[in-house]
Antibody
Framework: QLQLQESGPGLVKPSETLSLTCTVSGGSISSSDYYWSWIRQPPGKGLEWIGSIYYSGSTYYNPSLKSRVAISVDTSKNQFSLKMTSVPAADTAVFYC???????????????WGQGTLVTVSS | SYEVTQTPSESVSPGQTASITCSGDRLGDKYVGWYQQKPGRSPVLVIYQDSKRPSGIPERFSGSNSGNTATLTISGTQAMDEADYYCQAWDSSTACVVFGGGTKLTVL
């Protein structure tokens, strides 16, 4: 059964860079059928897609975050990572990684999800 | 940018049918997924491709999508179905995933 686990610092200072890693177990990140995604949820609020990456390194980003976000993949470690630069306090959120089923027809969904990790942006 | 809208809250009596809607311009031309999220837990996919149920999701969950509205229907709603529900679609014009703001379903 595929599992995803987020890891990284729980506290980041304003204006610094947020870095998280998602480790995939029970399956290969190099599968040609899937993308791999980051999604965030501020406390008490809804879900926001950050971006997705294919094992080859091809990426899609949320246009509203694209200037501050980079997602990378390390197939040798079965991991993918998120970097978000110049974070303000408003970036405080639970960050989830998820497997992204995406087809050229526009059919796409996220399953499964990691347990999520809370990142607080504060000095 | 494309947006999808959900009613913030709905309530249903146990055993009755709950309908949660997601609205967007020509949403019926896109594929919609639905997620259930209970407090302190990660979202769980309950419907994909408008109306398909993943393995392990009870048959009481069903979905439809036509015109400008997608609907998640829960038949014979149980107390355990109390949760936040989010719809999700893909905006091909901006190559962007969009989520609805979520609907809090109360079973009382």
């Amino acid at each position: 059964q595929l599992q995803l686990q987020e890891s990284g610092p729980g506290l980041v200072k304003p204006s610094e860079t947020l870095s998280l890693t998602c480790t995939v177990s029970g399956g290969s990140i190099s599968s040609s059928d899937y993308y791999w995604s980051w999604i965030r949820q501020p406390p008490g609020k809804g879900l926001e897609w950050i971006g997705s990456i294919y094992y080859s390194g091809s990426t899609y980003y949320n246009p509203s975050l694209k200037s501050r976000v980079a997602i990378s993949v390390d197939t040798s470690k079965n991991q993918f990572s998120l970097k978000m630069t110049s974070v303000p306090a408003a970036d405080t959120a639970v960050f989830y990684c998820a497997r992204h089923h995406k087809s050229t027809s526009g059919n796409n969904w996220f399953d499964p999800w990691g347990q999520g990790t809370l990142v607080t942006v504060s000095s | 940018s494309y947006e999808v809208t959900q009613t913030p809250s709905e309530s249903v009596s146990p055993g009755q049918t709950a309908s949660i809607t997601c609205s967007g311009d020509r949403l019926g031309d896109k594929y919609v997924g639905w997620y259930q999220q209970k407090p302190g837990r990660s979202p769980v996919l309950v419907i994909y491709q408008d109306s398909k149920r993943p393995s392990g999701i009870p048959e009481r969950f069903s979905g439809s999508n036509s015109g400008n509205t997608a609907t998640l229907t829960i038949s014979g709603t149980q107390a355990m179905d109390e949760a936040d529900y989010y719809c999700q679609a893909w905006d091909s014009s901006t190559a962007c995933v969009v989520f609805g703001g979520g609907t809090k379903l109360t079973v009382l």
